[in-house]
């Protein structure tokens, strides 16, 4: 099985896959990574805000035109999701992605033993 989006906005997707999205790994986010913006884009909020306002709430926009990306946070991964499938603005093929924020370092504690293991000796050998 497979998931795709239908032109009308429906989702067709495999057992046991969201049924908003169609991802089997979906962890229920609400912001989109738009990469590769067209510059017009870029230089203003309203233009990204109007064109996903028709897939319902928008709750925060983050340009980075040094970057040529932006971030849109909707209200709910619903309507992520329908402004997902929203890839044209004014002819333009939009790159866009489900945001997903980078994993922080693990704590000491939640460390593998091993990995516990060689820094504790090391900070007894910095000890000495």
Known sequence: FFSFVLWAGWVMSAPGSCTDCGRTDCDGGTTLHLARLPETL???????????????????????????????????????A???????????????????????????QQQPPAQQQLQSSHQQQQQQ
Do not use: C, Y
Request: charged share 25%; hydrophobic share 40%; glycine share 4%.
């Open 42 to 80: 870029l230089k203003e909020q309203t233009a990204l805000r109007e064109h996903f306002a028709s897939a319902g709430g928008v709750d925060k926009v983050l340009l980075r035109p040094d970057k040529l990306f932006a971030r849109v946070t909707f209200s709910d991964h619903a309507t992520a």
């Open 82 to 108: 329908r402004a997902k499938a929203m890839k044209t603005w004014n002819g333009t093929v939009l790159n866009i992605f489900w945001f997903q924020k980078r994993q922080q370092e693990q704590p000491e």
